[in-house]
């Protein structure tokens, strides 16, 4: 701040002011309580709901369609630390997964049951409806080869970034269609302003149920998250089970933030148009 002019501290401490007394506002209309993580035994799947149900190995991909009103429930069956998430409107291919704007929208980085993840255009595409880990990324993103390399000295192993282009290839997208991802059993904390990995966090048996809003093209990378504590690129099967997702009568993921309520009305519009 010292080398920066008066009128450019200034014009930072109002924008800082301004974020402060939105926020505030913002949390003033909230719920502060999410529900609480749920249970490893809680939630079964009934066999005749399932759709589909895929392994994906360690080190690759997974790519699907899935309708609105169905869930995807990704399983860490192994304890892989981190399981990347990209989707887009299966309808309009343009509008997709906005990491800054689920951020921006909800006031936290946060993202666990409760929560939702929007689009680019301010709609909401899938809400985290069951969730035993509460531990996830929305800031790094997935690995690369050039993070292998540091990581593992090895570019040439397999990463997240090349899995979601391969995933995006199937439905005849590319690099331009993609932005960053989510990352799902990745504890990252920010601390002193530097993302951080908590370690004792993601266990083996963890799962998420996401239900999506719009019927989504939806693609998920099986390779460890980059702040990942491994020393060796081991990482084990993950499971992806599409099945039907009952409403529930309490949905707070539509009513947890004003901005989510907005989002859903959103969704309401687009679908009646």
């Keep these: 701040m010292s080398d920066l002019s008066s009128e450019a501290q200034a014009n930072i401490a109002a924008n800082r002011a301004r974020y402060d007394a939105l926020k505030k506002a913002a949390e003033g209309e909230t719920p502060r309580a999410l529900p609480p993580l749920t249970s490893r035994d809680a939630a079964p799947v009934q066999e005749s709901d399932i759709r589909h149900r895929e392994t994906i190995p360690g080190g690759w991909y997974w790519t699907k369609l899935v309708r609105r009103g169905e869930a995807l429930r990704i399983v860490n069956t192994s304890g892989t630390p981190g399981v990347s998430l990209f989707a887009w409107n299966a309808g309009d291919t343009s509008e997709r997964y906005n990491s800054a704007d689920t951020v921006k929208i909800q006031w936290t980085s946060e993202l666990r049951k409760g929560r939702v993840l929007f689009s680019d255009m301010g709609r909401v595409l899938l809400s985290i409806v069951e969730d035993t880990c509460g531990a996830h990324d929305t800031i790094v993103g997935g690995s690369t080869p050039a993070s292998n390399a540091r990581k593992y ?70 390779c460890p998250h980059p702040l990942a504590p491994d020393t060796n690129f081991a990482p084990g099967p993950v499971e992806c089970i599409v099945h039907q997702s009952a409403p529930s009568a309490e949905d707070l993921c539509r009513t947890a933030s004003p901005e989510a309520a907005r989002g859903f009305e959103n969704n309401a519009t687009y679908l009646q148009a």
């Design 153 to 222: 000295g090895d570019a040439g192993l397999r990463s997240t970034a090349e899995n979601m282009l391969l995933a995006a290839g199937k439905h005849g997208l590319g690099a331009r269609d993609l932005a960053p991802l989510m990352t799902f059993f990745a504890p990252v904390s920010i601390i002193d302003g530097a993302p951080t990995w908590r370690g004792d966090v993601v266990s083996a048996g963890d799962f998420v149920d996401l239900r999506a809003e719009l019927d989504l093209i939806v693609a998920v990378s099986n």
